[in-house]
C-alpha cells in the first residue's frame, strides 16, 4: 500500500512540473510575440544635433515591415528594406538611402525602443517610443496605375464650383517629395505646395506628386541602375492621361521645375496642352548645365571640377565611368 501512495506522489508532482514547465513555455512564447506594430517617435542621438525620426512599423500574416521619416531632411514614409524581430525583445530594421545601407539594432521593452544607428562606419544611440500619430489633413490622391507600380498625386482644389482648370507639377531632378523637397538636403523649401496653394487661391487646381522611391509613392521605387529618363516621363504622361479623362478639369497645363521641365516637354509632345510652364529649366544640352551649376559653387575644389568634367564628357558620348571619388558620388555615382 505505501509502495502504491509513493507511485501516485511521483506521478502527482510530475504532472505538476509537467504543467509548470508547459505554462513558463507558453510565458515565453507570448514575451517572444510582442506585438511591435505601431507609430513611434524619437531621434537619433549625434552629438549637439539630435536626429528626430518617425518609424512606422506593420505586421500581415506574421511579416513585418515598416517605414521610416526623418522630417528634417525632407525623409518620408520611406519603406524599410528588412524589419526582424528575433526573440523576445531584439529587434532589427535596415534601409538603403541613396545607395548607402543604415540599420537600427535595438531592444523592445514598455512601448519602447532602444539601441544603435549605424551608417557609413558610424554609430550613434537612437531611442523611440510609441505614440499617437497626428491624423492627416483631409488630402485628396489621383492614382495612376504603371508597369511598375501604382503612383499618386495630391489633388488641391480653389474653392467654388467644378470644373476647373488644372496643371500637373512635375518635380527636379533627385529624390524630391510633391512638396519640392529633397531627401538627404536639411529642411523644407515647400516650394512646390507653394504654388500649388498659389494656384488654388487663383482658382486653378493643381495635382503634383512625390518621385518614385519617395513619400507616397516610396513603394514604387525602381532601382537606380535599372531606371532610364524615359521612365519619368511616362510617369507625367500617364497622369496628363488621368486629368483628360476626368470631367472636374476643363484647360490642362503642365509645370515644370528643372528636371521636370524636360520630363513635361516630352510627357506633352503628342498631348494637346493648354499650356506648358517651364521654371528654372535647361536652355542647353543637360551636361553643360550640371556642369555650370558644379562650376558655380566656389567651395568645390578644382580638381574635382576637373573629374566632374571628364565624367559628363564620357556620358555624352556613351561611356560609362565605373572610377568615381566619394565626393562626386551623391551626383556622379556609377548606379546612376
Not at 549637439?48 to 528634417?72: F, Y
Not at 532602444?114 to 523611440?128: A, D, M, V
Not at 529633397?182 to 504654388?195: E, H, M, P, Q
Not at 496642352?273 to 562650376?295: K, T, W
Amino acid at each position: 500500500m505505501q509502495k502504491i501512495w509513493c507511485f501516485i506522489v511521483i506521478v502527482f508532482f510530475g504532472l505538476l512540473l509537467t504543467a509548470c514547465e508547459s505554462a513558463d513555455k507558453a510565458d515565453r512564447e507570448k514575451e517572444a510575440k510582442v506585438d511591435v506594430a505601431g507609430y513611434y517617435e524619437g531621434a537619433i542621438e549625434i552629438p549637439n544635433q539630435p536626429l528626430g525620426i518617425e518609424v512606422t512599423l506593420q505586421k500581415q500574416d506574421s511579416e513585418l515591415s515598416g517605414m521610416m521619416s526623418i522630417p528634417v531632411q525632407g525623409l518620408l514614409d520611406y519603406p524599410l528594406t528588412t524589419v526582424k524581430q528575433d526573440g523576445e525583445k531584439a529587434i532589427t530594421f535596415i534601409t538603403k538611402v541613396q545607395n548607402h545601407f543604415i540599420s537600427f539594432e535595438g531592444e523592445i521593452e514598455a512601448e519602447q525602443i532602444t539601441g544603435t544607428f549605424k551608417q557609413n562606419g558610424q554609430s550613434f544611440p537612437f531611442q523611440l517610443a510609441k505614440a499617437k500619430q497626428t491624423a492627416e489633413k483631409d488630402e485628396e490622391f489621383l492614382q495612376v496605375e504603371t508597369a511598375a507600380g501604382t503612383l499618386s498625386a495630391e489633388l488641391l482644389k480653389p474653392k467654388g464650383k467644378e470644373p476647373y482648370p488644372v496643371m500637373l507639377i512635375i518635380p527636379g531632378s533627385g529624390q524630391t517629395d510633391r512638396d519640392g523637397n529633397t531627401v538627404g538636403i536639411a529642411g523644407k523649401n515647400n516650394s512646390l505646395k507653394l504654388l500649388a496653394e498659389g494656384l488654388a487661391d487663383q482658382g486653378i487646381a493643381t495635382i503634383r506628386y512625390d518621385k518614385r522611391g519617395v513619400g507616397k509613392n516610396s513603394q514604387a521605387i525602381i532601382d537606380e541602375r535599372d531606371i532610364q529618363f524615359d521612365q519619368f516621363v511616362d510617369d507625367a504622361a500617364a497622369f496628363i492621361d488621368k486629368l483628360e479623362a476626368d470631367n472636374r478639369f476643363t484647360k490642362i497645363g503642365v509645370i515644370g521645375h528643372s528636371q521636370g521641365s524636360l520630363v513635361g516637354m516630352l510627357a506633352t509632345l503628342e498631348k494637346d496642352m493648354d499650356v506648358f510652364i517651364s521654371l528654372a529649366g535647361f536652355g542647353s544640352p543637360s551636361g553643360e548645365g550640371i556642369y555650370d551649376q558644379l562650376r558655380a559653387q566656389s567651395q568645390l575644389p578644382k580638381e574635382l571640377l576637373r573629374e566632374s568634367e571628364a565624367i559628363l564628357q564620357n556620358l555624352k558620348e556613351g561611356k560609362t565611368v565605373n572610377e568615381v571619388r566619394p565626393e562626386l558620388q551623391p551626383l556622379l555615382r556609377p548606379s546612376v
